[in-house]
């Protein structure tokens, strides 16, 4: 099963609108990552904030851990058509050897 | 410095045969993640190798193996191949590392399987 659920499924703003992602999971974890992926492609990085970390900061990205909720959540600011792809957050559960994917967040801006 | 490799990036198989799936990781990187993607399941994790030795595996059968040679290249078998198995499949490396931590993972374009 998929440690990381991510809400909403989808995803439909205008262009130039912020866009929220929230990212759900289930045991103690060493860091959260999200990545983006364009439709078929490979997964790109786009942030990772430790469990000691509540909010990181990248270009128009911001990233909020509650690791008392086990949730997170992804701000797009200002968003633009290149922006539309599906976004994924992942875990590092802790003692493993894996990053574990949620099932993602279509978003797709509109121009 | 060159991303991550994965070869063939499309194929097509029939029930019942195997299939390899190479992966090149960045060099310098010695860890590599495999995962499958379908429309249903999602990112499903398959196995981690880091220096040769599998630290980790997913829930699959059997019939899904791999393997990492000693320049951290590495490959993924899957035999007796059903039409479920159609799928995307990632390779991601990392620089890994001795502690459980994982890191940014860096992924290659995909292996496109179709079982027919």
């Known amino acids: 099963s998929q440690q990381g659920e991510e809400d909403p499924q989808a995803l439909s703003i205008q262009e130039g609108e912020n866009a929220t992602m929230n990212c759900s999971y289930k045991?103690?974890?060493?860091?959260l990552q999200w990545y983006r992926q364009n439709s078929g492609r490979g997964l790109v990085h786009l942030i990772l904030?430790?469990?000691?970390?509540r909010e990181k900061h990248s270009g128009r990205l911001r990233v909020t851990l509650d690791t008392s909720k086990k949730s997170s959540s992804l701000l797009i600011t200002a968003s633009r058509a290149a922006d539309t792809a599906s976004y994924f957050c992942?875990?590092?559960?802790?003692?493993?050897?894996?990053?574990?994917f949620g099932a993602g967040t279509r978003l797709f801006v509109k121009a | 410095k060159a991303g991550v490799t994965q070869t063939p990036r499309y194929l097509i198989k029939t029930r019942g045969q195997q299939v390899t799936l190479s992966c090149s990781p960045i060099?310098?990187?010695?860890?590599v993640s495999w995962y499958q993607q379908t429309p249903g399941q999602g990112l499903q994790f398959l196995f981690e190798?880091?220096?040769?030795?599998?630290?980790n595996k997913g829930n699959f059968p059997g019939r899904f193996s791999g393997r990492q040679f000693s320049n951290s290249r590495s490959e993924m078998n899957v035999s007796t191949l059903e039409l479920g198995d159609s799928a995307l499949y990632l390779c991601?490396?990392?620089?890994?590392?001795?502690?459980?931590?994982?890191?940014?993972?860096?992924f290659g374009e995909g292996s496109r399987l179709t079982v027919l």
């Open positions: 045991t103690s974890i060493n860091n």
């Open positions: 060099s310098g990187h010695r860890s």
């Open positions: 991601a490396s990392s620089l890994g590392g001795g502690g459980a931590t994982t890191g940014e993972l860096f």
């Open positions: 992942a875990t590092a559960p802790t003692g493993g050897f894996k990053t574990i």
């Open positions: 904030i430790r469990s000691n970390e």
């Open positions: 190798y880091f220096s040769e030795t599998q630290r």
